[in-house]
């Protein structure tokens, strides 16, 4: 559901950005306002907190972030205070700050190797992954996971690239398993 949610009032906010040709305001807004978020989560508990009047949520908000943020972003907050959707702010912002690197053409990678790489070796892989796809920036990131083995996991967007050992260990398993003797 939160996802569903998400994507709706992601998009909404994402189509006004471009009507308005302000994706790029919008989103430096929507990073820093993520942030901001994630440095305070009494606000969000406020935001959430059902004993509290919508009206005294908007007052808050109103108090917070006027003259802060731009009028139309600001408008969004309201429109999400007031249909109940707070609580599902993060994938709304996520899914809009997604929608914008992909009109710009930027793609996210997430890495993961069983192994720290070095510095030379992540910038092989970033420029095999900007030759492989049609993204003309890649926002890399990495992560370790020994129980790999061995071997490299790619996820970009909805697609995974799983090279890993510990993946054709357990492959190699299955298969086992379908030999009758």
């Known amino acids: 559901m939160a996802k569903l949610v998400g994507a709706t009032y992601g998009e909404a906010l994402f189509e006004l950005a471009v009507e308005e040709g302000k994706e790029e305001v919008f989103l430096n807004e929507v990073v820093q306002l993520k942030d901001l978020l994630l440095e305070n989560p009494d606000f969000g508990r406020l935001m959430n907190h059902p004993k509290i009047l919508k009206e005294e949520k908007i007052k808050v908000l109103e108090k917070v972030f006027e003259g802060r943020i731009s009028r139309e972003l600001l408008g969004f907050l309201h429109l999400i205070i007031s249909k109940d959707r707070y609580g599902e702010i993060d994938a709304i912002l ?26 030379a070796k992540k910038k092989e892989i970033e420029l095999k992954l900007l030759d492989t796809t049609s993204f003309k920036k ?31 260990l357990f492959e190699l398993q299955r298969e086992l398993l379908k030999v009758q003797i």
């Open 94 to 119: 996520d899914y809009f700050v997604d929608k914008v690197k992909q009109l710009k053409g930027i793609g996210i990678a997430y890495v993961t190797t069983a192994l720290n790489l070095s510095e």
């Open 138 to 168: 890649m926002e890399m990131h990495y992560q370790v996971d020994e129980e790999l083995i061995g071997g490299i996991v790619i996820r970009i967007g909805d697609r995974v690239v799983d090279s890993s050992v510990r993946s054709k």
